[in-house]
């Protein structure tokens, strides 16, 4: 079945939590800021969230495992809208093809998600947490 | 002289006719490609719609390879279409909703191959608003590079 627009959002806000576990201070410092920034996924899996205050260097292959489709790398562009929201166009590219997909959410809200119980519960559970999800969805789908 | 008249005017309807049966239309080739992914045909037909090096990149034994071939699925309703081909190549943008009513386009690019038009690359754009939609014929690496900068 072909993931839905909803899932690759959902993955994009996974991708966003990743690096935030990984370094809470960088990440927080380059999604707060109110320039643009970059989120990039090699085909290896090696993934790298940028902007002029900082890099973030994590995994993300168990993230984008679970998408179906062959993903071969991710690159999103964030940039500043109203108020906390902030835009992003992502390009997926599936080898012989690519799938674009626009949004926007807001920053606060996904930070936050991942401070609480559910977040962590998620994570130590490494699998699909229906709570979660539904969380990161409501986030995504402003 | 009647006769004569008739002889020609037959003659040039007929060259007509050849002319337009000769045009291409690649939205004929996206429907038949739609249609073969609704019936579930897709897979045994691919030939028929995609190119040798599009299908290199499929395994058919992981499903999730399988995504490239039913990109199509995306549009549940088709509003516009505009194509355009230079030599051996053409391109088709495609406009349309999901079957949750987003707004949706898909790019295809077509390739002369066997004597057959077959698509060698897509670009399926998930767009939050519909004024994103294609006003011309746009070829996927021409649309990835406006919406991506």
Avoid at chain 1, 53 to 68: C, E, M, Q
Avoid at chain 1, 114 to 124: H, P, V, W
Avoid at chain 2, 16 to 41: F, G, P, R
Avoid at chain 2, 44 to 69: C, G, M, Q
Wanted: net charge neutral; charged share 25%; proline share 1%.
């Amino acid at each position: 079945m072909n993931p839905t627009r909803t899932e690759l959002k959902i993955t994009i806000a996974k991708l966003i939590e990743v690096a935030y576990s990984e370094d809470k201070g960088v990440t927080t410092k380059i999604v707060r800021e109110k320039g643009s920034f970059k989120l990039t996924v090699d085909q290896d899996g090696n993934a790298r969230l940028s902007s002029k205050v900082g890099i973030v260097n994590f995994s993300a292959s168990d993230t984008l495992d679970r998408v179906g489709a062959n993903i071969k790398s991710v690159s999103v562009n964030f940039t500043a809208g109203e108020g906390k929201k902030i835009k992003y166009t992502a390009i997926i590219d599936i080898k012989v093809a690519k799938i674009a997909i626009s949004g926007k959410f807001d920053i606060e809200a996904l930070i936050t998600s991942c401070s609480g119980i559910l977040c962590r519960a998620a994570k130590s559970l490494k699998s699909r947490h229906d709570g979660y999800e539904m969380e990161l969805q409501k986030i995504m789908e402003q | 002289m009647k006769l004569f008249v008739s002889l020609m005017l037959s003659l040039v309807l007929y060259g007509c006719s050849m002319l337009k049966t000769e045009q291409t239309d690649l939205y004929k080739e996206y429907i038949k490609q739609a249609q073969a992914v609704e019936n579930n045909t897709m897979v045994s037909n691919r030939s028929s719609f995609f190119t040798s090096e599009y299908l290199k990149e499929v395994d058919l034994a992981d499903e999730k390879s399988l995504l490239v071939l039913n990109l199509s699925k995306y549009v549940h309703q088709e509003f516009s279409h505009y194509q355009k081909i230079e030599g051996q190549k053409g391109c088709l943008s495609i406009n349309g909703i999901e079957n949750n009513k987003d707004p949706v386009s898909l790019y295809l690019e077509y390739k002369k191959e066997r004597g057959l038009w077959l698509v060698d690359y897509m670009f399926l754009h998930l767009m939050e608003s519909s004024e994103d939609y294609a006003k011309e014929a746009l070829c996927p690496r021409e649309v990835e590079s406006m919406i991506f900068k």
